[in-house]
């Protein structure tokens, strides 16, 4: 692991103006860091940030029991959350994955976002689930990286005042936060922080006429960034940059050349080069 490249991915994210980071999600390329890999992650992440935005840990497992242990680890370390991908691949009923929140709310006192996507994990978490998890203590908010905008809304309506909602695609975010979102957990923010960022604050300015700007700008680097499997887009914009090597971990592989071609036009349209 390439920990100075790490910790200077976090000062640049910090700079360009994010309002929270999150280390060990699917951009991070958890699902091929060991276990000790995870946890130094997580824990540099949390001593690079110095407490100047939110730190929020990915620990998602198919595993509920080891989804506690990666929850209780980042309690531990000092994150302000974490962020708890739905069980993939043994694909629970609406009953396990309620039960499998709730043993996690009941494990460890630390904010718990829920994690759907249905692309990746093959379980979709309802909105009549979410809103029996909303009535836990530590179950605040989800990551949804469903797509579905019309479904923001209800779920706003469901879940109640209090209930965080965080795009997990960035292409859809602009909508999801006129549907009442309240920001992303961004891919492309890797790459353009500070675009991004001029985004999500016009959003919060309800200023949406500056916020469609920012869309136009980057809606061509949001669609480039899964032209390959990712994160290997990702990597080799950051790579482009000069801010780290664009190298993956097996089944994971460098993203194909029409990949690249329109990583780098996207990337001119953002202004990142």
């Not at 991915?9 to 276990?35: C, F, K, M, N």
Request: proline share 4%; hydrophobic share 45%.
């Amino acid at each position: 692991m390439d920990e100075k490249a790490f910790a200077e991915l976090v000062e640049r994210q910090i700079a360009g103006g994010v309002h929270g980071l999150v280390p060990a999600g699917t951009t991070g390329e958890s699902v091929t860091l060991s276990d000790d890999e995870h946890r130094r992650v997580v824990e540099l992440c949390i001593q690079v940030a110095r407490g100047r935005v939110p730190v929020i840990a990915g620990a998602g497992s198919n595993s509920t029991a080891h989804a506690i242990e990666l929850v209780r680890f980042a309690k531990t370390v000092g994150a302000d959350g974490a962020l708890v991908v739905a069980p993939y691949y043994n694909r629970p009923s609406q009953e396990g994955l309620y039960q499998h929140f709730a043993a996690i709310n009941e494990a460890v006192q630390l904010p718990v976002l829920t994690y759907n996507v249905p692309s990746r994990t093959s379980v979709d978490i309802s909105n009549e689930t979410l809103a029996r998890l909303a009535k836990l203590p530590n179950i605040v908010g989800i990551k949804d990286a469903t797509g579905d905008l019309g479904r923001a809304s209800l779920q706003r309506l469901d879940c109640g005042d209090e209930w965080i909602m965080l795009s997990g695609n960035d292409d859809t975010a602009l909508g999801y936060m006129a549907h009442g979102g309240h920001g992303c957990i961004s891919v492309t923010s890797n790459v353009a922080p500070d675009a991004c960022s001029a985004m999500y604050n016009a959003c919060f300015a309800k200023d949406w006429e500056t916020a469609l700007y920012w869309q136009d700008r980057l809606i061509r680097l949001h669609k480039a960034l899964f032209a390959d499997a990712s994160p290997a887009p990702a990597k080799f914009a950051l790579a482009h940059l000069g801010l780290c090597a664009e190298e993956l971990r097996l089944p994971l592989s460098p993203c194909s050349e029409a990949a690249r071609e329109a990583v780098l036009a996207g990337m001119r349209d953002a202004g990142v080069i």
